[in-house]
């Protein structure tokens, strides 16, 4: 897991530790300090801890004007015994919602389980951002199931042609702009 780095490719385009308004502002990660575990397992030093034992982040890009993050995920996503939802909501979600971010776009590659609990912080997410929407691409097949178990899928917008976005040959308001695409002809259905 040590090897799994973040997206790179839009750093000199944003980074969230010397953006003022970002949750993660003044963050600090090391380039060969391997800290962070999840599981006993050294996980990449760029990844962003949200108070999580299990659940890493980075955000990849932010567009306060347009309203829209770019977050990618690491790790186990357990809402039953970590309440990973819980810390995701409230240390970077709400600051996000905060300063106008009403589109998040979560990339879950490297997550590599789900356990689910309630559902009451994806509804709480959903109706903060009542104008906008959440979307999960690259999310493996049985996570995207387990999600579905506890229906997230009423929270969360994933699957079909979603999943055919290429998203890392976009810049990131190409990305957006597909996405919300996407979304707008899901919603006029």
């Not at 980075?58 to 993050?69: I, N, P, S």
């Not at 929407?133 to 929270?155: C, H, P, R, T």
Request: no cysteine; proline share 3%.
């Amino acid at each position: 897991m040590h090897t799994i780095e973040p997206f790179y490719n839009w750093l000199e385009l944003y980074s969230a530790s010397e953006d003022p308004r970002s949750p993660l502002y003044g963050a600090e990660n090391s380039l060969s300090q391997y800290t962070n575990t999840i599981y006993g397992y050294y996980i990449h030093p760029q990844w962003d801890d949200i108070e999580s034992e299990t659940l890493f982040l980075k955000v990849l890009f932010t567009d306060y004007e347009a309203g829209f993050a770019i977050i990618e995920f690491i790790g186990e996503w357990n809402d039953a015994l970590h309440n990973d939802i819980m810390k995701l909501k409230r240390n970077i979600i709400d600051p996000m919602v905060h300063e106008g971010i009403k589109h998040f776009i979560l990339i879950g590659e490297n997550v590599f389980n789900f356990h689910g609990s309630d559902d009451s912080y994806y509804e709480e997410w959903f109706e903060d951002v009542e104008d906008g929407w959440i979307v999960a691409i690259g999310f493996q097949d049985f996570v995207l199931s387990e999600m579905k178990n506890y229906n997230l899928d009423y929270y969360l917008n994933y699957g079909g042609n979603l999943e055919l976005v290429n998203w890392r040959t976009h810049t990131p308001k190409q990305l957006f702009k597909s996405i919300n695409t996407l979304i707008q002809r899901r919603l006029s259905m």
